[in-house]
């Protein structure tokens, strides 16, 4: 009885490491650093940390604990990007399309995100400390219910956050 529970460990094993990795792409990275749009990319990981690019159309891409602290990326669209884990400390995001994206877990702290579109977008455990959302759109009581901030998050007329 223990040899063929032993043989399918090994078969279960044997298949589970020949999946291909979702490791980031640093072509994609690459291209996206020099101010080219990228929608679906694979963009895990990396390093946007003060890149100055906007208007950058990066809808269902794969964003994932990537670092965008202290970019100026105004007017991108992350529609349906994958932004969990992602650190965006001190970025300028005003007038992106966040709808319908995953940020759980993010770390917005102190993040210019006036005039930005969150319909649909998931805020589990996002922090949004600090963050400037005047003007935002698309946010509800339930989204900001899910997330975290302070006294200095500004948010649109009418709407709470808890405190992290």
Do not use: H, W
């Amino acid at each position: 009885m223990i040899r063929p529970a032993i043989a399918l460990l090994a078969a279960v094993g044997l298949t589970l490491t020949a999946l291909p990795a979702s490791a980031q792409n640093a072509s994609q990275i690459s291209q996206v650093r020099r101010g080219a749009s990228c929608p679906g990319c694979n963009l895990f990981q990396g390093d946007f940390s003060g890149l100055e690019r906007g208007g950058l159309n990066l809808s269902g891409a794969r964003i994932r604990q990537a670092d965008i602290s202290l970019s100026v990326m105004n007017r991108t669209n992350f529609r349906r990007a994958d932004l969990r884990d992602v650190e965006a400390y001190g970025a300028v995001l005003s007038s992106s399309n966040f709808s319908g994206a995953d940020m759980t877990n993010a770390s917005f702290v102190g993040t210019y995100l006036e005039g930005a579109a969150f319909a649909g977008a998931k805020l589990n455990g996002t922090n949004l400390s600090g963050a400037q959302l005047s003007r935002a759109t698309g946010l509800t009581q339930s989204q900001l219910n899910q997330a975290c901030g302070d006294e200095n998050t500004v948010l649109p007329s009418g709407l709470r956050i808890p405190a992290c």
